[in-house]
């Protein structure tokens, strides 16, 4: 299962697929201040991020992935500046 | 909406894409420079590839794609078809046609699928040089632009740019172009909102695009809140820059062409952009394109339309038009005339409304002065720097709210759902039509029916009136003949609606095949599961509420069911153990069971547990049969795992299960035999959105029960009440049924009722038969209970109201929360 809930977190792990962001969706609505660990996350279908971006749940795990790592991360800490580009 | 719903569909689509494909293949060996056909075949071919890539299915995708991009690179003109070509083309869809057939049949493809995909898949790359990279025609957005697009020359770069990025963070990327004497590439991707369901993951295209400097991914309109949010629609931008070559660029993005857009930024583009004024637009692609589009909708709409496509040809042209004049950076104020105009069309039946309004924005031009349209388009204003926003940002943001969703266009869109797929989809040959419809139209179509139910339900009111206040025999007799009439229709059309909202039960049984793979392997237990009866069909609402129970039930059968493969050999069983999840239908209720062949339930466990846990005192325990000890894993705070595994066992399982299945007007139970497993039966009914009511009168007002949970009504003589142990009962064929008195219980005025008689309503919650004492009883109703509001949210004594044909509204009682109330221990 790429997503499951473990004491109030919302683990994503492996493909995160199109038809898990409904499930994500769900947990992030009915768990009150929801938290996500991205940390064994290797891909997000862009349903789920959306859905990570619309609700802003806390980033506990950060993702080791390196796409996520370097441009999804920064977009869900919350108020974070922008990342700046590097080389 | 589903996966499994979606591979229907997509299997109902590929046999008429592919017999399109193969007659097309085959007017194309007579002639290969029929260019319509080729086109129409290379559609086809595209479509197959985009829907296949939905599924995780890669051999199909795969196979797809190098057909497309052989047929590409024909239609490109860089090859030309030759016979053997054909014939490897026509035995690729051969094999895909095996495919589907297989996948129809066992929804996944042949084991060998893969070999013999990347066999045929190799024969049909070879013409192209065995590259897949040199197979594609890079992606234009506009054909004009095709020539023109040469590196270096200062195109004007996209405002959007500094409305994504802010004048910061661009002024950075501006030096940097200084110092690297380099240009970048700004890609912006706006994939529809309906892309999930054509197989589109835009996310992983900007993941594979190479050496990017910087991106952004922002909604296209503040988010809504989260009962509205539908994740299945995507309101995403992608805003990104890059040091990928523009061909890269164009490969990367060759199927979304429409989505994207990507233009060459320099050093020069970026400071004119930041510092000066901007050059005139008048020349941008985008705007000559839209300009175009305008004038073709004003061709369309003097063509002369059938009358049935009224509808969806001005909707449809009421979209590009909102969509052009966006890029001609007019977005369409609040009011929206587009929309006006539209709706003013469609009242008139005419186009004339729609027409003037285009002839209109036409005479006047794109806005050529000042930094708009195309500038404006959808970036957010969040993400521009607090510090970093330019007057023109500024503008923009002002702006920003009147902007219509250019994308979106939903009410246009709504009104023809044919009209609402997009890409070649719509281009396919007759075959069998499917209508997509939003959910929400059904949903108000239950509504409406709901209402004529309920209206219907008045006419007999009338007919009683008018034979007992106006003395109007054969009047009353009329409109009661007329009730039957309408009650027919009102009933047919019930089912109808109701048919359109049924689902089969394989769209929550799909995702446990994966589930049961995934933990049987975590927990170490092999473990085979079998589908049953996945035909069956329920209520769309059923159907999406069964899913949470099913996948704790299953989770609970693995985990505390199944035995470790040595202990399964041990009992003498095989080690693999077998889950059966099996739906049947019956005349009244969907039954669905949830089996496995397990170590079983062992109710002197369940005691022992129940004990410890203080749910029940020893003597209530003693009392209890065995079948009843079992049942107790459904109570609240119940859980016998011996530890608190990932899977299952944190206490809120069962109990879970059976709340929700109670919710939704359903029951479950569990039967099992200790070392052979353990069955657990979900009864679950048809549908939730019409109930019959019997209708009672308490204490002078009149209530509703559910008429499921009525086994008979009957009046007794009061000297037949006694009394046992304080508790007023009636003895009704030798059963002892214990009496609630429902004028105390829920605080009502006493009426004088017939001091001789008792009417008692008799109802049987949770297997056992209470009677429930009312003042006189009345006929059934259907009626739409809806769930009780504002003051009386809180209510635990009524599960909703319901209107009645008569203008009068009925509190339906909810008999189990009244019997909590009334006394425990019953």
Redesign the interface.
Known sequence: ?PV?V?SGVVLLTGVV???D??P??RHL?EIPHPKVSLTGCS?????????L???RPVVVGAPTEP?LAR??AP?LSPRA?????GR | M??DTLLDQFLAEAGDLLDLVDTGLLALERDPGDRPVLDEVFRAAHTLKGSSG?F?LPALTRLNHAAEDLLDAVRGGRISLTAPMIDDLLAAFDLVRAWIAELARTRTLPLEAAQDGAALGVRLRAPLGGDPVAATVPGQRFPSEASSGSRGTAAPVPGWLLAV?GAE?VG??RD?LVHARTTARVLRLE?VEG??FSG?????L??RTPA??????S?RAP??G?EE?D??R???VFTL?TRATRSELDHLYRYVPDEVEIAEVDADGLSALLDGPRPPAGDDPARVAAGALLAAQLQVLRADIPADQVGARLSSVAAVTRSALAAWGRPVGDPDEVASALAESLHLGSPDPLTQLVERELAAGPEGAGPGGAEAEGAEPE?A?PDGVEPEGGAFVERRGERPDRRTGQPDLRADPVERRRGPADRRGPGARMLKVEQATVDRLLDLVGQLVVAKNGLPFLAAAAEQEWNARPLGRRIKDQYGVVNRISEELQTAVMDVRMLPLSTVFA?FPR?VR?LSRSLGKQVELVLEGEDTAADKDIIEMLGDPLVHLIRNALDHGVEAPAVRVAAGKPAGATVRLRAAQEPDAVVIDVVDDGRGVDPATIRAVAYQRGLLTEEELAALSDEEAVDLIFRPGFSTAERIS?VSGRGVGMDAVRASVVAAGGSVRIVSTPGQGSRVRLRMPLSMAISQVMIVTVGRQRFGVPVDLVIETVRVPTERVVQVEHQPVIVLRDTVVPLIDLVGTLQLPIADADPQVVSVLVTRVDGAEIGLVVDAFHEGAEVIVKPMEGLLAGSRSFCGTALMGDGSVLLVLDVKEVLAGAGDGL
């Open positions: 299962m499951t473990s697929r199109v038809d962001a409904e994500l969706t609505r891909h997000l279908h862009t349903a789920a991020l959306q859905a971006l619309a609700a796409f441009w999804i977009l500046d922008a990342p700046e580009e | 589903n996966l939905l995780d990025f963070r950075q990327l940097w994939p892309c999930f589109d993951d835009p996310l992983h900007i993941a990017v400097e910087a991106l952004d991914i909604p988010w809504p989260p949010f994740e299945y995507c309101l995403l820059v993400v720097g995702r589930l995934d990932d």
